[in-house]
């Protein structure tokens, strides 16, 4: 096992600059998880680490080694592609194992040993003898994850092992990768475009946009506290509601005033001088239904006269897309609450689930759950 350090890594291609300045440090044995949209950089990003493409400046280091100019065989790391990269022609077996009898200096039975062991591992033993047209996606996943684990590496590096899987298996999958890492324990560089992957696998989430890191935290921690409005809007789904609105200090403590409704703030210093526009964030399962007339409960912050718009039943929530003052926001609610488009709700908020962000640059400014949101290392720009 290894950490590894990225200083100032850049890599531009002609005129696109596709990983830009990054500054990165995995602990050895870590699971991190790299997580953005598409074109934002992390694939180059892994790629780089692999060997497989030069950075334009910068240094990698994998523990105390330099290995920025080094080829991908000289790196004592292992990749898992996002199509498979399995050869037809071979059985599952001689996929693993192809080029470790000249590129590593295990002996016969020591490879056939780390062959029967991956296999036991993954659940593949009796399937090392099929080729890939006679297995299922799951099961060349498997084999690809083998192939790597039967190197020992220092590092995995996984580039969106599950995106070509159905969303049961993906599940299932997530579930096995996660019980691997726990078994073998080796450092882990994982990307993909999914939050929920991000989520249940990283012990640490990168959240990436064009080329740039826009915060490094614990998956709960990015929830609780994002960085700034993309992080906020990216990470859970349903996303964060943002709305516009203007802040008044008032005796009472700070207040945030919309078109349609006025919320109070907890206090904290960092509002003692703000005044002015900003953008309101909250999530959907921290607005409360009330019953028409009454004042916020305990612990919450409203009114908001709201209308149903849309419903959407989602099985184990209902989502409403409500509206006040003309814009439109989201609410999770009790599944099988009694409510239809065009129903007028009276809503609450929960008021330790409060964010501020900066209308202009998007950096967070506030959040209202003073035990939890913890500052955390982190990028904004």
Known sequence: MASITLTDLTKRFDDVTAVDGIDLSVSDGEFLVIVGPSGCGKSTLLRCLAGLESPTDGTIRLGDEDVTAREPHERDVAMVF???????????????????????????????RRVAEAADVLDIADLLDRKPAALS??????????????????????????????????????????????????????????????MTLGERVVVMRDGQVQQVAPPQRLYDSPANRFVAEFIGDPAMNMLEVELEGTPGGPIARHGAFELSLPQASELDDYAGRAVLGFRPEDVSIVDRGTGPERGSTGPIEATITVTEPLGDTLLLHCRAGGDEFHVQTDPRADRDAGDAVTLTVDETRLHLFDPETGAAIYHSDREHCRPEASVTR
């Open 137 to 198: 996606g799951g099961e060349r996943q498997r084999v690809a994850l083998g192939r790597a684990i039967v190197r020992d590496p220092a590092v995995f590096l996984m580039d969106e092992p599950l995106s070509n899987l159905d969303a049961k298996l993906r599940v299932r999958m997530r579930t096995e990768l996660a019980r691997l890492h726990e078994d073998l324990g080796t450092t882990t560089v994982y990307v993909t475009h999914d939050q929920t992957e991000a």
């Open 82 to 112: 996002q199509n498979y990269a399995l050869y037809p022609h071979m059985t599952a077996e001689r996929n693993m194992t192809f080029g470790m009898g000249s590129a590593t200096s295990f002996s016969s039975a020591e490879i056939d």
